[in-house]
């Protein structure tokens, strides 16, 4: 299926009444950007009727004569507390979608309780304390009552008055004034905060939390965002010609082999690339445009990989190594958790399973999480032979030769083991849950309680960095060739971060390599709209990674996300320029909502952009390939680059 822009719907009431601000601009499709159109007027023409067709009209009419209604009770100017409109979105994304108004004058609160307690506490209060046992509510007549927190993943339009929100459906509120606005959106961030933390939003618990060197995390408005205006002007513009059209192309569509679920994709920079199934691997070619079945295919035995190492559970992780003519497949212990005692290395030349090796340390076993090559290219060294592993609370280079430093024969009845060369196990809980590494080898690694930690290539003990934790757990994380750029996958949003930093000498760093210190900037959200994220459903956020680039000096393009049926592709140059409209009169963290939607028939498995070497010269992006269960497709993009 195609691919779909972000887009709001204006709030159209259904009355005849006017509205100077809800007049706005008119959407575009012709728009070459990522983008998340501000709110536009209909384009419907409506013709007057001579005669009043309703109640409601008449009513308008009487108000505009001021016959009927004195100022002190226009519902323009309502003489209620904390008065809103409330509207209701139908439709979906149906070319019949449109907003409804579900109340024309509403109360809204901050309440403090339980969410599945009718007892409510006071409502907000500037004062108010923290307590363990309740949180903060939104309520909204008797229609909305939600808890504050990510999931309602409000939207707010300074400009228009409004904020949308997810809850049980996708609501809007219009407020009267500016100054109420004002005040709902501080009111919000407040509630965000205790109900994320628990303590009551004040300065001296935004410090306890964040830290003084990220106190601009806490204060996006007064945080230091030069680090990305430098990092925008020193990217290089790009001299593609711009041609209009479809922005993205499906290409090629294959079908899974023999019946298998595709459970993975394993993507090479050079011939050929592999879907891992429940039953084997099917092994797909490389082209300019996309990847197609070679017809080689490499079976499990009985569908699972045999072993002794408990692990019979079809691999959840491939990794490419010696030039990608080997695979290490790493299997689950067990559905509930994703830990592995060892892996399976896949001789792809020969189509077999070649050894069955073991992670052991000190003499006794231990178990990992997750594998990664050394660095971003690793995959293509003929003579690669480690790879970094990571558990909870350990992160560790592992060494498939043995310590005389000869490779260790592995074909052989006994199941070899590997060696830990370097790393650390720490003893307090890190909780560790993802990592990935730069070009040069540097290790960033995301944790359960939300940090992010840069790690340099000469230690693995001491994080040269720590971002704090913006409440939810990293449950992936990427970073760029030139680690100037991370970013992580939450369930509701991506956090996108900017690792550069001016040393005492004026020299211009990364967080890989020193102490960031006090001048931090921001990090930048990357969200769905409210109509986007309620039809993902319960789905959540996973794998976001950067366009694939192995070679010094060239930059990534673009991002990409799974959720649920949606593929979703940020243009990365957009996402970086603090000027883009996007952010305009937003307040907390600049949250960007401009991208493109690929959207299949079925949940997606991953989404990847291919290697950099196959972009072709009318594209300035390789193909993306975005695979579900019993397909894989592959899109070019089209030098329609979507620029600002």
Not at 407 to 424: A, F, M, R, S
Not at 433 to 458: E, H, M, P
Request: negative net charge.
């Amino acid at each position: 299926m195609g691919a779909n822009a972000s887009r709001d719907l204006d709030l159209s009431d259904s009355e005849s009444e006017t509205e100077s601000q809800e007049t706005t601009r008119q959407e575009s499709d012709s728009e070459e950007t990522y983008c998340t159109p501000s709110s536009q007027p209909s384009d419907r023409k409506r013709d007057d009727p001579k005669t009043p067709s309703s109640i409601d009209e008449v009513e308008a009419r009487l108000k505009a004569l001021k016959l009927k209604y004195n100022n002190s009770n226009n519902s323009s100017n309502p003489n209620l507390k904390n008065a809103v409109k409330l509207y209701l979105h139908v439709g979906g994304h149906t070319a019949k979608s449109k907003w409804v108004v579900s109340e024309k004058l509403v109360s809204y609160s901050f309440v403090k309780a339980a969410l599945n307690d009718d007892e409510e506490d006071d409502e907000y209060d500037d004062g108010g304390r923290s307590d363990s046992n309740s949180c903060w509510l939104l309520k909204i007549g008797s229609k909305v009552r939600a808890r504050v927190d990510e999931n309602l993943q409000l939207k707010a339009f300074k400009e228009q008055r409004r904020a949308d929100f997810v809850a049980n459906g996708v609501w809007a509120i219009r407020f009267f004034s500016g100054e109420e606005w004002d005040r709902f959106t501080k009111m919000y961030q407040d509630c965000l905060f205790e109900n994320t933390y628990g303590y009551e939003a004040n300065d001296a618990n935004k410090l306890k939390v964040y830290g003084k060197d990220f106190i601009g995390w806490a204060n996006p408005e007064a945080a230091d965002d030069s680090m990305w205006e430098d990092a925008e002007m020193k990217t290089p513009p790009s001299k593609t010609r711009i041609r209009r059209g479809n922005d993205l192309t499906e290409e090629f569509e294959e079908a899974a082999a023999n019946g298998g679920a595709i459970q993975s994709l394993a993507l090479g920079a050079l011939d050929n690339s592999f879907l891992v199934s429940d039953s084997g691997i099917q092994v797909v070619r490389n082209y300019s445009h996309g990847i197609q079945g070679k017809g080689m295919y490499v079976n499990f035995e009985d569908g699972k990989l045999s072993g002794r190492q408990g692990a019979n559970a079809t691999p959840r992780k491939a990794l490419l190594m010696r030039a990608e003519t080997n695979m290490l497949l790493m299997s689950p212990m067990n559905d509930a958790k994703p830990h592995s005692k060892g892996l399976h290395q896949l001789d792809i030349e020969t189509g077999r399973i070649v050894s069955e090796w073991k992670f052991e340390k000190d003499g006794a076993d231990i178990s990992m999480r997750d594998i990664t090559n050394d660095n971003k290219g690793a995959q293509m060294d003929p003579s690669g032979s480690t790879f970094l592993g990571l558990d909870d609370n350990r992160l560790c280079r592992w060494d498939m030769r043995d310590r005389r430093g000869m490779v260790q024969d592995i074909v052989n009845e006994n199941t070899p083991v590997l060696n830990w060369t370097q790393g650390h196990q720490f003893s307090r809980g890190t909780n560790f849950q993802c990592f990935a590494t730069t070009g040069d080898g540097s290790i960033v690694v995301g944790s359960l309680d939300g940090k992010i930690r840069l790690y340099s290539i000469s230690s693995m003990r001491q994080a040269k960095t720590a971002f704090p934790g913006l409440g939810s757990p990293i449950t992936h994380v990427d970073v760029t060739f030139d680690g100037k750029w991370i970013l992580g996958t939450t369930d509701t949003y991506l956090v996108l971060i900017c690792s550069l930093f001016t040393d005492k000498d004026g020299k211009t760093k990364t967080g890989f390599s020193g102490r960031m210190g006090h001048r931090i900037s921001a990090p930048r959200l990357l969200k769905l709209n409210p109509v986007d994220s309620h039809m993902a459903g319960a789905s959540k956020f996973r794998n976001a990674q950067f366009s694939w680039v192995t070679e010094e000096g060239k930059q990534e393009r673009h991002l990409v996300a799974t959720v649920g049926k949606f593929s979703v592709i940020w243009n990365f140059q957009q996402v970086k320029d603090g000027s883009h409209e996007c952010y305009q009169n937003q307040v907390g963290l600049k949250s960007c909502y401009c991208y493109k939607v690929v959207l299949k028939d079925d949940s997606i498995v991953d989404s990847r952009f291919m290697h950099d070497k196959f972009a072709v010269s009318d594209s300035p992006e390789a193909p993306l390939v975005v695979a579900t269960p019993m397909r894989v497709s592959s899109f070019s993009i089209s030098s329609r680059r979507l620029q600002l």
